[in-house]
């Protein structure tokens, strides 16, 4: 060995083993944004090259899974947020539609030209029509 040189660690120029690589996807699955972290934070201190490709990919393909997650999410939060307006807008009353609840009190109808019939608001939407 030359003075020199520095003593090479007997893995050196090897990627890592199959157990190894099987580990990070049971972790990338189970949490994808530890083994982001993990996976950039072992690749800052790797020098071998082989192995720093290794653990670009593993970084690619947690960061993907993090970024579907959310993309989920956000699709799952544009979803119930759409219900919610959907129910909001079914509890409205409908003014066009049959008495629901019975006329409001304290509301003055609308006299139905040439007769002496009365149109008034229904509590729960709709109208009715009465004859005084």
């Known amino acids: 060995m030359d003075e020199g040189s520095d003593p090479q660690?007997?893995?050196?120029?090897?990627?890592?083993?199959?157990?190894?690589?099987?580990g990070a996807a049971l972790a990338t699955l189970a949490s994808?944004?530890?083994?982001?972290?993990?996976?950039l934070l072992l690749q800052g201190s790797e020098t071998d090259p082989?192995?720093?490709?290794?653990?670009?990919?593993w970084a690619w393909v947690s960061g993907g899974l993090v970024?579907?997650?959310?993309?989920?999410?956000?699709?799952?939060?544009?979803?119930?947020?759409?219900?919610?307006?959907?129910?909001?807008n079914?509890?409205?009353?409908?003014?066009?539609?049959?008495?629901q609840g019975g006329p409001q009190e304290g509301v003055p109808g609308v006299n139905i030209?040439?007769?002496n019939k009365y149109r008034i608001p229904c509590v729960f939407g709709?109208?009715?029509?009465?004859?005084f």
């Open 9 to 22: 660690p007997p893995d050196s120029g090897r990627p890592y083993e199959k157990a190894a690589v099987a």
């Open 32 to 39: 994808p944004f530890k083994s982001l972290v993990a996976a």
């Open 50 to 57: 082989d192995r720093k490709a290794q653990l670009r990919t």
């Open 67 to 88: 970024a579907l997650g959310l993309v989920i999410g956000l699709i799952a939060v544009a979803a119930v947020a759409s219900q919610v307006n959907d129910v909001r």
């Open 90 to 99: 079914k509890m409205r009353p409908d003014p066009a539609g049959p008495c």
């Open 113 to 115: 030209p040439g007769t």
């Open 126 to 131: 709709g109208t009715a029509t009465i004859r």
